[in-house]
Each structure stands twice: as C-alpha cells, then as structure tokens.
C-alpha cells in the first residue's frame, strides 16, 4: 500500500475513533443559552403580565423586558463532542453540572425552589413598587412552614399571621425564633395568631388581620446539627413575612422561574402606576433580583441574557452593579449596558432614557 494511502487511512480511521469517542464519552456539563425575553407591560399568552385593580392605571408603551436563560436537566449528559461546540458557540455558555445542580439536586427539587424564589421575588417587587412610589403595604410575620413532626404541627399553618409570642409583639421574622428560644427545651410557649383563612379574607378585603387567638406549644430540643452547641428550645416553624396591599396587583406569568424578574416587574408595576411612559417608548430589557427595599441583586447567566435582549431588540439593559463587570467584558453590539444599583436608580436611568439623555447613564466597566 502506498504511504500517502496509508497516511491518509490511518487518519481517517483516527478521526473516526475521535468522532466516537466524542458521542460516547460523556462529560459533567450542563449548557446555558438565551431563554424568552417577556415585555412586562405587555401580554403573555393573551393576557396581560401585570393586572392592576382597584387603583388608578395610566397608558404605557416601549418596553421593560424580563430575560431569561434556558438550560439543560439535571439528568441530561453533554457528550464531549456537545461540550467542545458549546465552548466554541457564541449562543450558548458551557459550565460545570454541579453549578446548577449542587450536591446532587433533582430537576423536580430545582423547579420547585425556582417556583418558590419566583413566588417571593413578585412578593418583593410589589413592596419594592409601592413603597418607591410611597404607597403604604401593611406587613405582617407569618408561618411560611411547619416541620413535620414538630411540636407545631396541626397547631400551626402556613399562612397563619404571628401577632405575639408570649405576649410580645413581633415585627419581624427573627422575633420569633429569639423569643422562642429564651425557653428552655420542654417549656411551653404561648403564640397568639390569626389564623391563615382569616388573615387571607382580610387580604382580600384590603385592610390588615385584627384578633388573634392564643395557641400554647411545648418546646423541644433542636437537633445536633441545629443547637450549636447548647441545647436550644425550638417548635418547628419558620416564619417569613407576609403583605396587605391596598390594591391588586396580579402577575400573569407561567413557565418562568426563579427570583431575577424582579426589578423588572417594579418597574412594570410603577410605569403602569404613574403617568406618563417611564420608557418614552424605547426598547429596554433587564435583570436583577430585588427586595422590599428596593436593593437590587446579582443573577446568573448573564452573557446570555444579554444575547437574548440585543436578539429581541433592546437597545438598553438594566445590569445589576454586581454583575456589570460580567457583562461589559461581553457587550453584544447595538446594547448599551446601564449599571443599576437600586430601583430608585433604574427609574432614574429609564427617565434619562427618555429624555434621550444618554450620557447620564451609569455604565458599567469591566473593572
């Protein structure tokens, strides 16, 4: 056999066996990619995303858009030849598995935590809205769970408001757990609550629970893992806080998950709460998680939520400060990243947009 036919064989048979090998072996990856932009003021499967009742609402236009990211289940396994062309591609980010799915996580286990941090970041979005705009919210401590088998259980539920331990008036979650734990292990504490469907009907009319009915639950040990190093009295709750708005504020969005729509549905909410367009018509897209006051968070997969903007046509992207050096290593062109801080300072860059102000903005640096 001639040498060249022979080299040229021998080649091929090895990029072959390289072809093969890169469908076989799998590797401990998962991939990222752009995910749906959804313009809060908009519809979303026919319906509106933001629903505002019972409160004076003004004409919008532009847009303030959510982003999201796609990604891979937690039982689905790249083959190497996948991971290689997803570190090549522009579209999409490879990144370890265990980024996703840490310490073994399930997809149900993570589509529910998503649902949860969703749930809490609309929550959060609401307060952060109407106090931006100083509009009272009426606050209250909840049962967020009962342990099972806890000395709590089938004496309290999710839901109930916490008006008092002990005949101490809690104002924030921590109140509980530090007014449980001045008891010894087998103590009895006394919660005065309102219950959940009481304190619901009161949401729903409008106005804060009232009353409250006394429940007397005996303390137990926490656990090892739990005491740090002392036996310390628990009942097997956790509380949370829950809101009384003054108004309705409904938001229509399925399929989505996770806490980083948050700023973004601030926004909405205020747009559609104050005259006039807090856009001026313009195409702006965002990011960032928020709490009720108004602080604006990281979120992950960012590159991409920036590729999934520019592709849905924004021309401006709201960027979490602590994601801007991210971002700005990575600009898609035609998007001008504006550093964000607060919702006080998004509602300023969006009035600097407006007013065509550009120079104003806040920007980010990869620095």
């Known amino acids: 056999m001639p040498r060249r036919t022979a080299t040229m064989l021998a080649s091929t048979l090895i990029l072959i066996a390289l072809f093969c090998a890169g469908l076989l072996i799998k590797v ?5 990619s752009p995910g749906p932009t959804v313009n809060t003021l908009g519809e979303a499967r026919g319906e509106p995303v933001l629903r505002i009742a019972g409160r004076k609402t003004y004409p919008t236009s532009g847009h303030l858009n959510m982003t999201t990211v796609r990604v891979t289940g937690a039982d689905y396994r790249m083959n190497l030849g996948q991971a290689v062309w ?3 591609a522009h579209d999409s980010v490879v990144v370890p598995h265990d980024t996703l799915y840490p310490d073994g996580k399930t997809e149900e286990q993570s589509t529910q935590e998503n649902a949860e941090e969703f749930s809490q970041s609309q929550e959060s979005a609401k307060v952060a809205a109407l106090k931006e705009l100083n509009i009272p919210v009426a606050t209250q401590v909840v049962v967020s769970t009962v342990v099972k088998d806890s000395p709590a259980e089938g ?3 999710a839901g109930d408001v916490i008006k008092a331990v002990d005949g101490t008036a809690v104002e924030e979650p921590g109140d509980v757990a530090e007014l449980v734990t001045k008891h010894q ?3 009895d504490v006394t919660f005065t609550i309102v219950p959940a469907k009481e304190a619901a009907a009161a949401e729903k009319a409008g106005r804060a629970p009232e009353g409250g009915r006394k429940i007397t639950i005996t303390t137990e040990k926490a656990p090892a893992a739990e005491k740090g ?3 310390r009295a628990i009942v097997g709750i956790r509380a949370g806080t829950d809101h009384t708005f003054p108004f309705e504020i409904d ?5 989505v998950g996770g806490p980083s729509a948050g700023l973004m549905f601030s926004l909405g909410i205020i747009d559609k709460l104050t005259p006039g367009d807090l856009t001026g018509g313009k195409f702006v897209a965002g990011t960032g998680t928020i709490d009720d006051a108004g602080k604006v968070g990281p979120i992950g997969g960012i590159t991409m939520k920036l590729v999934g903007a520019r592709d849905a046509g924004a021309r401006y992207f709201l960027t979490p400060d602590e994601n801007c050096a991210a971002a700005a290593a990575d600009i898609p062109d035609g998007l001008t990243l504006v550093r964000v801080k ?6 300023k860059s969006l009035e600097h947009i407006s007013a065509g102000k550009t120079d104003a903005l806040p920007s980010c640096s990869t620095s």
């Open 28 to 32: 401990p990856y998962s991939e990222m």
């Open 86 to 88: 997803g570190w090549l």
């Open 155 to 157: 004496k309290l539920h």
């Open 185 to 187: 292990p087998g103590e």
């Open 229 to 231: 190093g002392k036996d």
């Open 251 to 255: 938001i229509k969005l399925a399929d």
């Open 342 to 347: 607060s919702l006080d300072d998004a509602r």
